[in-house]
Each structure stands twice: as structure tokens, then as C-alpha cells.
């Protein structure tokens, strides 16, 4: 299981599927962004940073479930409709956001800590989303299981990681310097727009890793 093969897999997945997942995706993710946008308008400088978290519980679970779904069609030779796709996460959408903020919050208590643990929860927690989505999980068998699963594999799923987030972090960081703070609303929604859309490659990497994993005969569940 090279890392490497999996993200060239997977990004020869993503170019051959780029229509399909921004047709699918990308109305939400300008929505994410324009919410976002308003909401930080609304409150100010120095808001509570607990608004952003809202939004994203609000619409992440969205396109991020129809995502998965969409990738577990396409990886046994289907093509669902998108309306179909949608319908299925809005079902979702009550134990997808309540395991977003149950890993977000672990996430940030982890990054408080010296930033290690934060980094540790981040790719021990990298595969509750599809148990939940694919496995139909509740949120903490979820947990539990994406603990189990990253046993023994903690360096492949980190390096996948920093691999897709260590460009897209250096990007931001770029658009940030050339179009400093104040930005124009509509350039500002085009760069959030843009750099979430991209970040939905991780998802597509770890869907990879997942279905790599899962398959193992040792990490197979007893009585799977």
C-alpha cells in the first residue's frame, strides 16, 4: 500500500471525475463560503470563532456525504444521479454533523495541546466519516473504529495527508500574501470558493486509503 500509488490513483480519479464532483459539490461549497462571508460581516473583527464552526456543521455534512457516496458508486461501476446523491446525505445530515463536531472539538482540544495530539486525532479520526457515511455507523462506533482501522497505519495516512494539505495550505497562504486583508467580497468568495473545492481531494484520497484498509484480511471486523 504505497502512499504514493494512492494519491496517483487518486488524482487520476478526481481529473477523470471533475465535472461530475464539482456539479455535485461545488453549488455548496460557494454557498459554505458566500454564509461564511456573511457571517463574519455580521459579527465583525474579533468575532467568536464558534460561528465558523456553526457553518461548516451546517453545510459541510452536505456535500462531504454526497461525496463519499458518490465515490462508493463510482468505485463499483455506477452513476447515480446527483439529486439522488443529495436527497441521501440530507438523511444524513443529523449523525454526519454531530460526528463533525465531535471530531472537530477533539481535533482542537488535541492542537491546544502542543499541536501533536491535535495531528495524532486528525489522522486516527480520517476515517469515521466513511464508517458512518458507507457502514451506516453512529458517530462514537465511528470513532471507535477509524481508532482501530489507522492502527499500524499512522505514517500511510499522514503522509497522504500532508501530501494534498501541505500545497493547498502553502496556496492559501499565497493568496493571502498577494490579496491581503481587506479583500474584494466577490475575490474573497472566489479564493474560499476555490481552496475548499480543492481540499475535497482529500477526501477522495482517504476514500482510497479506506477501501485499501477496510479490504485488509487483518483489519477485517470478526463476523464482517
Not at 75 to 91: N, Y
Not at 118 to 132: C, D, K, N, R, S
Not at 194 to 203: A, E, G, K, P, R
Request: aromatic residues 10%; proline residues 7%.
Amino acid at each position: 500500500m504505497n502512499p504514493l500509488n494512492v494519491l496517483r490513483d487518486s488524482l487520476y480519479f478526481f481529473k477523470g471525475n471533475l465535472a461530475q464532483i464539482a456539479l455535485l459539490c461545488l453549488p455548496l461549497v460557494v454557498f459554505e463560503a458566500l454564509l461564511q462571508q456573511l457571517v463574519d460581516r455580521a459579527q465583525g473583527p474579533g468575532s467568536f470563532p464558534g460561528y465558523s464552526v456553526i457553518v461548516g456543521l451546517l453545510v459541510y455534512p452536505l456535500y462531504t456525504g454526497a461525496l463519499i457516496l458518490f465515490l462508493d458508486a463510482r468505485s463499483r461501476g455506477e452513476s447515480p444521479r446527483t439529486r439522488d446523491l443529495l436527497a441521501m446525505s440530507v438523511t444524513l445530515w443529523p449523525r454526519f454533523a454531530l460526528l463533525t463536531a465531535l471530531n472537530t472539538l477533539l481535533i482542537l482540544i488535541g492542537l491546544s495541546l502542543y499541536f501533536l495530539p491535535g495531528l495524532w486525532l486528525m489522522v486516527t479520526l480520517a476515517f469515521a466519516e466513511y464508517l458512518l457515511v458507507l457502514r451506516g455507523m453512529q458517530p462514537l462506533a465511528a470513532i471507535k473504529e477509524s481508532f482501530r482501522l489507522s492502527r499500524g497505519n499512522f505514517l500511510r495516512i499522514l503522509l497522504c495527508i500532508l501530501c494534498v494539505m501541505g500545497p493547498l495550505w502553502l496556496l492559501k497562504g499565497a493568496s493571502v500574501s498577494v490579496y491581503p486583508e481587506p479583500q474584494n467580497p466577490a475575490l474573497a468568495l472566489l479564493i474560499d470558493s476555490v481552496h475548499s473545492f480543492l481540499q475535497l481531494f482529500t477526501s477522495v484520497v482517504l476514500f482510497r486509503l479506506f477501501m485499501l484498509i477496510s479490504q485488509s484480511p487483518e483489519k477485517t471486523s470478526p463476523g464482517a
